[in-house]
Structure formats: C-alpha cells, structure tokens
C-alpha cells in the first residue's frame, strides 16, 4: 500500500484526517474511564478509594505497554518512510514477541506486589478487600492488553486511524455494557461489585484485540507479523526500546506521582485521596482527547523524518501544537464553570464536592500551558528521540511537581498540592521549548 500521501497533502489536512478518528476514539475512551468510575462509586465511596489506589498499577502496566508500543509505531513508520518494508515488518513481528514477555511479567509482578503495595497507602482493611478483588482480575488480562496495544500501535504507524478508532470504541463500548451488568446484576448477570467492574474492563479489552485480528485479516495493509520475521534481532531491538524505554518511563511517572500525592494528601485525610482519584478520571477528557492528537501526528513525523523532509516535520509539530491549545482552553473553561457538577458525579457528600470543586480551579490554571511539553514529548518521540522526551516528563512528573505539592502544601495546606501542578506545567513548557531546539535542529 502506497504511503507517500504523509509527505504530500497539505499538513493541516493530513493532521486532521489522520488525529480525527483518534480523538473520537479517545473521547470515547475517556467516556468509558468516566463511566467505569460513576459505577463504581455507586458501590461505595471505599470502592473508588480501591479504585483509586489500584490506578497507579495499572497505569504501570499501560506504561510499559503503550511506552513499547510507541517503539514500535516510531520504527514502523520511519521504515516505511525510508522505503524499507522488510524492516518496517520485523518491526511488528519482533514488537509483537517482545510485548508479549512483557505482558506475563508484569501480570505476575501486579499479582504478586498487589498486596504490599495497597498496604503501603490505606490502613482501611475493606479498601484493601476492593483493591485485590479488583487487581486479581484485571491483571489476568495483561497479554490481552498487549496484543491489543501492539495492534493498535501498527494501524496507526501506517495512517489506518478509522480502524484503529473503531477497534478502541468497539472495547469501550462493549466495557460501558458490561459494567452495569457486572457490578450490579441485571437479569441472568450475577451482581459481582467491584470484580464486576474488573472483568467489564479485561472483556472489553478482549473484544478490541478481536476485532483487531479481524481487520488484519480482512483487510490489505503495508505492514506484516510475519512467523520468519519473529527470531529476534539485536539491532532492531535496540532501535524499539531506544525509544520504548523513554516512553514506558515517561508514561509510568503519573504511577509515581499519584502514589507520591496519595502519600502527602494521606495526611489531610482520605477524602484528599478521593478528590486525586477523581481528578485523574475526569482529565483523562481532557488529556485522552489531546493525545488523539499526538497519536495523528506521530506517524507523520516519523514517516516525514524517515523521508528528509525536516521542513515538514516542524509545521507538522507547530500545527499540533495549535490543535492541542484549542483542547486544552475547551477544558480549562468547563473546570472554571462547572468544577461542583463534575465533582458531584462521583459523590453526594457536600465537603467531598467543596475540596474536589476547590481542586479542579487551581489545577485547571495549567491546562493551556501542558500544551506545549505534550506536544513536544510526542514529536520527540515520533522522531526516535526518547531520551529528550522522557527528560521533559521527568520535570513534568516528578522532578517539579513532587518538590512544589511538598512544599507548597506545607506553607498553606491541602491546596497546596494543587498549586504544584499549574508550579510543574509553566516550568516544563519552558524547559520543553529549550530541549526541543536543541534537540531538533531544522
């Protein structure tokens, strides 16, 4: 199949076709992280504090997972721009191998650690009854997931975002069936609670990584898993984890940083800890439709840079950027009208609803502004440039933020966790564009 559309239509077009369908699959994705949430918070609010709690571990294992895949996307799309389509094959196929080792071993680390790792934050023995209910059983589901995301990640790599985007919608909206189903029970469905809620989530995985294979099957694509091609080489797996170690670092440092939050709201009280977990649902509205966008432009960039065409990686990298601005201004206004109604979807408590309002004003001050170091992370990425991107999200996520929630909160109280993220999102952006120009000469 002929790619050379990537370096030819006009950028601002090509953007467009190629982020659209991910930031309808995104939303939809972010739909059902929302959806998943209300339900659960339906059991009780200890459930979503298990929820909550659970989050930072699976988020690991989305990390390693999407971080390697992001490998693959890069290495695939930069073959096919060099015109190399046995290489851009092998990619795939070695991909798909490696992802699978990853996927049993971190299914064994998440069932194993799951114990020790909820008794490191909560005391509350029913919080931890949820928390391994649920982990026992969305964890069991791991090499689903990574099936599923090293498919997802080839489509994209070779511009065929209308699958991709029906596959994630197709897994999320069988996931948002599932769940009242599960939780409470509905007709010839037992009322299984949070496992429930656990098992909703690995189906509607499951559902995805199927109605993947059926594509691959049907449908004619430039890129294959071939069986001779999965014999490891060394130097093409070098080049994936070149950039799927920064990713998979770069996406498990919001692991990190919740666990680290979690740990200094404890001392305020858990209702903190909810307020966060609620956060981190209701963002990913914002932040999953922003990475639609990075998901459209990375092939672009890998394809145009694997091509020479320099030029055209920086306008493709500019209008990005424009693209998530208008994102991000669509999300700060919502959270400055409506902070009490989003809050409210999640619990009835008045005080709950007071801090998780209070929360969502100060954090939202520095949504506009993450623009830029989001942007700036994909394209490096695109690029094969893990290392300067996983440095922007080390200041993003740990080595700014942790530091100013610390301090701050010790100056003026609880809220001074929040000021830490609008603290973290103005001092990244301004080293992002450093980085960026030093890392990117055209």
């Keep these: ?39 659960v918070a339906k059991i009780s609010e200890d459930a979503m504090t298990a929820l909550s709690l659970v989050y930072p571990m699976q988020n690991l294992i989305n990390a390693v997972m999407i971080g390697f895949g992001i490998g693959i996307n890069s290495v695939i799309s930069f073959y096919l721009g060099a015109q190399d389509q046995e290489k851009a094959d092998k990619a795939a196929a070695q991909g798909l191998i490696l992802s699978t080792i990853h996927g049993i071993i971190l299914m064994v680390i998440c069932i194993v650690g799951a114990n020790p790792f909820l008794r490191f934050f909560t005391e509350n023995e029913t919080v931890l009854d949820m928390g391994m209910r649920y982990s026992r059983i969305v964890f069991l589901f791991s090499v689903v997931l990574a099936w599923h ?13 209308a699958v991709s985007m029906i596959c994630m919608m197709g897994g999320c909206i069988f996931n948002i069936i599932l769940d009242p189903l599960l939780i409470f029970g509905v007709g010839f469905f037992p009322a299984l609670g949070i496992e429930g809620a656990a098992l909703a989530t690995g189906l509607g995985q499951a559902i995805g990584l199927v109605m993947y294979l059926a594509f691959y099957k049907l449908r004619s694509m430039p890129v294959h898993f071939r069986k001779k091609h999965m014999h490891l080489e060394k130097e093409l797996c070098k080049k994936m984890y070149s950039i799927g170690i920064p990713a998979c670092l770069s996406m498990a440092l919001p692991s990190l940083l919740i666990s680290s939050l979690n740990v200094i709201l404890a001392a305020f009280g858990q209702t903190y800890v909810f307020v966060l977990g609620v956060y981190y649902k209701l963002q990913t509205f914002l932040y999953l439709t922003a990475n639609g966008v990075i998901q459209g ?20 990298y500019t209008t990005s ?13 919502i959270c400055l009208m409506i902070p009490n109604h989003l809050i409210g979807m999640f619990t009835t408590g008045e005080t709950t609803v007071k801090a ?26 695109g690029l094969g440039k893990g290392k300067e991107s996983l440095m922007i999200s080390l200041c993003r996520y740990v080595l700014i933020i942790i530091p100013a929630a610390w301090i701050v909160s010790r100056i003026v109280g609880v809220t001074g966790v929040w000021h ?9 952006a301004g080293i992002s564009l450093i980085i960026y120009k030093k890392a990117v000469r055209i």
């Design 1 to 39: 199949m002929e790619q050379t559309y990537m370096k030819e239509q006009p950028v601002l077009k090509l953007l467009l076709t190629m982020a659209l369908p991910m930031v309808i699959s995104m939303l939809v994705n972010a739909l059902y992280n929302i959806v998943d949430s209300f339900f």
């Design 149 to 161: 995301l090293v498919l997802e990640k080839t489509f994209q790599a070779v511009g065929m975002m």
């Design 297 to 316: 432009m990375r092939p672009l960039i890998g394809y145009n840079y694997g091509a020479g065409e320099k030029k055209r990686v920086h306008k493709i």
């Design 321 to 333: 950027l424009s693209l998530v601005l208008i994102v991000m201004a669509v999300g700060t206004v």
């Design 356 to 381: 998780g309002a209070e929360a969502l004003r100060i954090i939202s001050a520095g949504f506009i502004i993450s623009s830029v170091s989001i942007v700036t992370c994909g394209a490096l990425e």
């Design 420 to 428: 830490g993220f609008w603290i973290a999102e103005v001092l990244t």
